[in-house]
């Protein structure tokens, strides 16, 4: 690993100062930025650490939803997300092992945007609000393709906010080696209508998958995904599985996901 | 009532206080005082031509002391071969010259190009990216088939081909075997792949290198399982120093699973570099690194036919086999397709009429040598394998097929087709024991149960015979073995009459401080908490051949028993002049000499401390001290064997495979420690499901490694696997060495792949798609998936 300063602000607007800094680059849980340093993939001079501000941290249910601080662990989420929306906390109690559950952050994941992270098709199915240090970004808004975001340089997630479905489940097939999801799937029964959101599979990442939501809103059972087409979107093909394989895969986490909500 | 000591119980492993308390001595662990650190740069395209390397801009670099590319190694010697194989047209392998660092060519990702040696790791690597490093990229091969095409890229320029070598055996059966299949009532043919393995013990290779400049004396420390082997390989190879300069410390070793068997060249390196820059130089691979450079396992390609009379009996059994070389020959790799793997292709089965071919391949892939099993775990995966198929194809059942093929109790010493003769066995007990501890009269309930639930239960077995106890000396001498693979042992009585066992054997996670203790404490009668093992340093150990192909305690304990032996035989003439009888009517049990029929008796600690103050002592006819070696050189290979039980359940929907249950009955002869024996199998199992189910490497065609990290390599997690079942009270002891133990450290990992691809099969047959007759390994659900689509 490069040398690199390091800063630990306690509030958001010494945050975004201190991103200011050229080469200075946001740290939240490090889970994937240190090991990516660790192979000299990346080479910051300046680490802001998030985890020292309070104002980031915290599950709380507030005005018409559930409103996540970015700097929260994922086994914070697992726990305290539990009574307000058990599928997310399901999700969030699912990501890697335990020591990444309890460094790992929630805005260091959509941050990230991995095409195989799990918070991704949470917050895409849910509509969630991505609050950053500037403005609010709706979900379909946010993800923009592999590891790419709408966040601009120095612009840091600070919380989340989760509408509250009132079905919802995800269903994560693992990748064997990783653990990541080969296909995960999140489905969300709103009253207006049914979200189905798909990470792993998908070529440019996260996305929509617009037939079923359809079909689901149309009724709400399994039986509604069994005469779809696989999604469209082209799929990624690697040593787990080819495009055809995950395409598949998509139609049987979606219905494995209604069954479950 | 169990016992608490000696031969035959469960000893808890007293090296475990040191491993689970974090006091362990690793090579890591070991720091010397003005140490320099080693960078290897590696090669990031499979093939090219290494034009040039700027190493100015690097050598300016703070903190840098030197940094070497092969022009800086004149004088150091290839990484050379152990084991020369002999072709089917009586010609020698073709054998090219593996450098220490890479001379004018490179040849697979992570070949080592330069080494950047500075006074800190950081400045080492920061330095190393100043490197300018000019290589013109040759297509690569990967495939081995395309890799013997008529003007396929060549690996090695000076070799006439991709081929090491075409070896037939037995050269001499061929026309037999060919006639046998013409006449057969029946022909079962498979064409499988056993998939390229990466060991990754826990503990990656370090290697330390320290030079004394006022006696010129070198010492390596390093990740080894062998550390004799390496002291002669690289002193007398690759470097020119003599043993009596050269001192080899294999300290704690945290796993090796064959893959620190082999001498590399960062061991050569750090040896060279510490005398020539006076300073000690340490170098520790990376996870990353590890996975390019450690040497990897399997990759084999055959085609594999079986011959059948009208009442099933096997007549003859075809193989054809590709196995990989990679880029170099790894110490051990020609021997491992060749006399490890075609000298058991007999299995449990009397199959008279064998001929198998194998061709090794050069290709631009990391160097492929021996990995738990070595050989044997390909010969049983494709012969389990076939015989199931066979089975299914004839519509009998495959526990019948196999019995009914079994070499019988009666028939040992069983001389097979291919060269080996089994000494001792019962093939129909492991068997019989499998199918009782698995349940298998319930299974069709079991079966009837998943369907319910909309899965497909399956259940699979798979015989095996390995050969362990590796191996008598004059045997592998004709084979092309440029080593002995005797084993040595010392035993140090000292004068209170506690007892020092230095042993060439090496333990890396096998249990041998325990192990052998109980063996010294159930023949000399005294407390293990006495007995002292001491392996891994050359400069105390007598030459030994280190711990690989199940042989410590074969091999290894066999020697202690014979130098134990020397050793009480002198302490009988010594009792014997303490209680004025004659040596031969002397008696040791529990730690006491008697003159037999009467209460005469001298304690050994009596008798020990008599040999070291020899006051009352026979001078004139007997030396003081009570010290021996011995030298043990085994008169035939051990046959370890058994039988495989795995249930498992496949999601029709995912092609997921969950395996629910797995039983392993087992022979291995008498066990001295049946915890640890079974801590082994468990091991075993766990490496070869890994291997049926999860692991695999994986290069794209142009050489790149695509498996290159856990993030795409999957190893076992205990979450992967049921809770084991394992028996060994079927013991039929093996006949030629002093405690009739066989070995145990390999068996799992040979006997579970073809287990567990059987019960997948099964499963799939058992929903009617009988036609799915074969996947290749690993079983991940995408595979299974296409197979069913
Ligand atoms: C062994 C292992 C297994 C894993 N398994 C899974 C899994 O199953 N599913 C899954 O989804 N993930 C998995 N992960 C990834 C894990 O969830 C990471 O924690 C996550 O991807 C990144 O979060 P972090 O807080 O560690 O971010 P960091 O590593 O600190 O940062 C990641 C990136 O986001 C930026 N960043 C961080 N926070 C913010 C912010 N608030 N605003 C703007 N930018 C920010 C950083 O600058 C950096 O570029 C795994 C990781 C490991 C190591």
Known sequence: MHNFQFVKPTTVADAVAALEHDGAQALSGGQTLIPTMKQRLAAPEVLVSLTGIDAMKGVCKGDGGLHIGAATPHAVVAREAAAYYPALAHLAGHIGDPAVRSRGTIGGSLANNDPSACYPSAVLASDAVVVTNKRQIAADDYFQGLFSTALQLGEIITEIRFPIPERAAYVKFDQPASRFALVGVFVAKFAGGVRVAVTGAGEEGVFRWKEAEAALSAGFHMAAIEDLAPPKQRMIGDLHGTPEYRAQMVKVMTKRAVGAA | ?789
């Open chain 2, 1 to 789: 009532m169990p016992k608490d000591g000696g031969i035959g119980a469960s000893t808890k492993r007293r090296e475990d206080v040191r491993f689970l308390t974090g006091k362990g001595r690793y090579t890591d662990d070991i720091n010397i005082r003005g140490q320099a650190y080693a960078h290897f740069v590696r090669s990031d395209m499979a093939h090219g031509i290494l034009n040039s390397i700027d190493t100015a801009a690097a050598e300016a670099m703070p903190g840098v002391i030197k940094v070497f590319t092969a022009a800086d190694l004149a004088g150091v010697g290839g990484i050379p071969t152990g084991w020369q194989v002999t072709d089917r047209h009586g010609k020698p392998m073709q054998e090219p010259k593996h450098p220490v660092l890479a001379e004018g060519k490179v040849r697979h990702v992570g070949d080592p190009i330069a080494v950047v040696v500075a006074e800190t790791l950081d400045q080492a690597r920061d330095a190393a990216e100043m490197l300018d490093i000019d290589i013109t990229e040759l297509p690569a091969v990967v495939d081995m088939r395309a890799a013997l095409a008529e003007g396929a890229p060549k690996v090695h320029d000076d070799l006439t081909s991709n081929l090491c070598y075409d070896w037939g055996f037995v050269e001499e059966n061929k026309a037999a075997v060919d006639a046998a299949f013409a006449s057969a009532a029946h022909v079962v043919s498979l064409d499988l792949v056993n998939n390229r393995l990466v060991a990754n013990p826990m503990e990656p290779r370090v290697a330390v290198g320290d030079f004394e400049d006022h006696s010129g004396n070198s010492t390596l420390y390093t990740t080894s399982q062998n550390p004799h082997v390496i002291r002669l390989l690289m002193g007398a190879f690759v470097l020119g120093i003599p043993e009596s300069k050269l001192r080899v410390v294999a300290p704690d070793v945290g796993g090796g699973f064959g893959s620190k068997i082999y001498h590399y060249a960062e061991e050569a390196f750090v040896t060279f570099a510490a005398k020539q820059l006076k300073r000690p130089v340490k170098w520790t691979s990376t996870r990353s690194e590890a996975f390019m450079s450690d040497a990897h396992g399997r990759d084999h390609v055959t085609k594999i036919e079986l011959a059948l009379d009208a009442d099933h009996n096997f007549t003859a059994l075809r193989t054809d086999t590709y196995a990989n070389m990679g880029a170099y020959l790894s110490t051990f790799a020609p021997c491992i397709p060749t006399w490890l793997h075609g000298t058991l292709m007999a299995g449990n089965y009397k199959t008279p009429l064998i001929y198998v071919n194998v061709k090794a391949v050069f290709t631009n892939t990391v160097p492929v040598d021996a990995y738990r099993g070595a050989g044997r775990p390909e010969a049983t995966f494709q012969l389990e394998r076939l015989v199931d198929k066979a089975a299914r194809q004839l519509g009998v059942s495959p526990v019948e097929l196999r019995r009914k093929n079994f070499i019988k109790p009666d028939q040992f010493p069983y001389q097979t087709p291919v060269a080996v003769v089994y000494d001792t066995g019962n093939y129909d007990a492991t068997m019989d024991k499998l199918l009782e501890l698995s349940d298998h009269a319930g299974f069709a309930a079991r079966r009837a149960e998943s369907a319910a639930r909309g899965k497909w239960r399956g259940f699979g077995v798979a015989s095996y015979i390995e050969a362990c106890g590796i191996a008598p000396s004059n045997l592998v001498g004709q084979l092309g073995a440029r080593a002995g693979l005797y084993e040595s042992a010392t035993v140090r009585v000292n004068a209170t009459g506690s007892i020092t066992i230095f042993t060439g054997s090496h333990s890396h996670g096998q249990g041998h401080e325990t192990t052998f203790a109980q063996v010294v404490s159930e023949m000399i009668g005294i407390d293990a908490g006495q007995v002292e093992i001491v392996h891994g340093d050359t400069s105390n150990t007598p030459m030994g051949m280190g711990t690989y192909g199940s042989r410590s305690l074969a091999v290894g304990g066999s020697a202690m028993v014979k130098a134990l032996n020397k050793v009480i035989n002198k302490a009988k003439k010594i009792a014997g002049h303490l209680l004025e009888a004659s040596d031969e009517d002397i008696v040791l049990k529990d730690g006491k000499f008697t003159v037999a029929g009467t209460d005469k008796s001298v304690d050994w600690s009596g008798v020990t401390l008599a040999a070291y103050v020899p006051h009352n002592y026979p001078l004139d006819s007997l030396e003081p001290g009570l010290e021996e070696t011995a030298f043990y050189d085994p008169s035939n290979f051990t046959y370890p064997a058994g039988a495989y039980g795995c249930e498992v359940e496949v999601d029709p929907e995912t092609g997921k495979v969950t395996v629910l249950a797995f039983t392993a009955a087992d022979d291995f002869g008498n066990v001295v420690n049946p915890m640890i024996v079974e801590g082994q199998v468990h091991g075993g199992l766990a490496q070869g499901i890994g291997q049926a189910l999860l692991e695999n490497c994986a290069y794209d065609a142009e050489g790149q490694l695509l498996s290159a990290s856990f993030m795409d390599y999957a190893m076992p997690r205990a979450d992967d696997l049921p809770m084991f079942k394992v028996d060994h009270s079927c013991v039929t002891p093996c006949t030629h060495n002093p405690l009739g133990v066989k070995g145990c450290g390999e068996a799992g990992a040979i006997g579970s792949p073809p287990a567990l691809v059987n019960a997948v099969i099964d499963a799939i047959h058992g929903a009617g798609r009988t036609d799915v007759t074969h996947i290749n390994m690993p079983l991940t659900p995408a595979r299974v998936w296409s197979a069913l689509n």
